[in-house]
C-alpha cells in the first residue's frame, strides 16, 4: 500500500468514527429535549422561582446570577415631608400619595435606562451600568435625579390639599466598583450591588439637605 492508499483509508476511518460521534450527539439532543420537556410539564411551587427576579423595570437576565464586579452609579434619593403628613392625613391617604410619587420617580429612573434596586420607606435606590452598561451611565444617573427632583416639585403643586410643608428630595450619587449579583437564600433571590460605592451613595443621600443632589 503506496502512502496515498494508506492516507484515503485512514480518512475513511476518521470519516466513520465522525458518523458514528454525530449520532452519539444527535441521540443526546434528543435525550436532552425529552427530559427539557418533562421538567417543563412538571407544575411549579409558589416563590420557587429563582433563576431571574422580576423587578418594576425590567427582569434581571440569567446571566447575572453570578456575582461580578461593574462599574455602577448608584442613586439614593428620599423624600422628606411623608412623615409629617401622617399625622395630620389618614395612613391610607398617605400611602397613596408615597405610591403615586414612588411610581413617578421609578418611571424617570427606567426612562433613562436605570434599573429601580429597590425601595426603602420612601427612599428609591437606583441603579446605572447594572445589569445593563451604558457609556454613559453616570450622566444618566445624574439626569434622571435632576427629573425626579423636578417631578416631587411639581407633585407638590398638583396635590389637591394644601401642605403646611411640602415634599422635598435629597439625592446621593456615587460611581465606582461593586459587587453585582443575586442573593439571597433558595427560596428568594434579589439581584442588587453591594460595596463601598453603595454605603457613600447612601451617606451622601442622607448629608443631603432637601432639593440637594450630592455627586462623588
Request: charged residues 20%; hydrophobic residues 40%.
Amino acid at each position: 500500500m503506496d502512502a496515498s492508499d494508506q492516507i484515503i483509508s485512514e480518512l475513511r476511518k476518521l470519516n466513520a468514527t465522525l458518523s458514528d460521534l454525530t449520532s452519539h450527539i444527535g441521540k443526546m439532543c434528543s435525550d436532552v429535549n425529552t427530559l427539557s420537556t418533562g421538567l417543563n410539564s412538571i407544575p411549579q411551587l409558589p416563590g420557587s422561582s429563582v433563576g431571574t427576579e422580576t423587578s418594576t423595570d425590567s427582569t434581571v437576565p440569567t446571566a447575572e446570577l453570578a456575582s461580578a464586579r461593574k462599574h455602577v452609579t448608584v442613586v439614593f434619593a428620599d423624600i422628606s415631608g411623608f412623615t409629617a403628613m401622617s399625622e395630620k392625613l389618614d395612613p391610607e391617604e398617605v400611602s397613596t400619595m408615597m405610591n403615586d410619587c414612588l411610581t413617578q420617580m421609578a418611571d424617570i429612573v427606567i426612562g433613562y435606562q436605570g434599573h429601580v434596586d429597590k425601595f426603602i420607606g420612601d427612599c428609591i435606590m437606583a441603579l446605572f451600568g447594572a445589569p445593563v452598561a451604558h457609556e454613559n451611565d453616570a450622566e444618566l444617573a445624574v439626569r434622571a435625579a435632576l427629573d425626579m427632583n423636578q417631578a416631587v416639585i411639581d407633585y407638590n403643586r398638583n396635590l389637591p390639599i394644601k401642605l403646611e410643608k411640602p415634599l422635598t428630595l435629597h439625592t446621593g450619587i456615587n460611581t465606582g466598583l461593586v459587587v453585582a449579583g443575586n442573593v439571597g437564600s433558595g427560596q428568594k433571590l434579589e439581584y442588587t450591588v453591594m460595596g463601598d460605592t453603595v454605603n457613600l451613595a447612601s451617606r451622601l443621600e442622607s448629608t443631603a439637605s432637601s432639593g440637594q443632589i450630592f455627586i462623588s
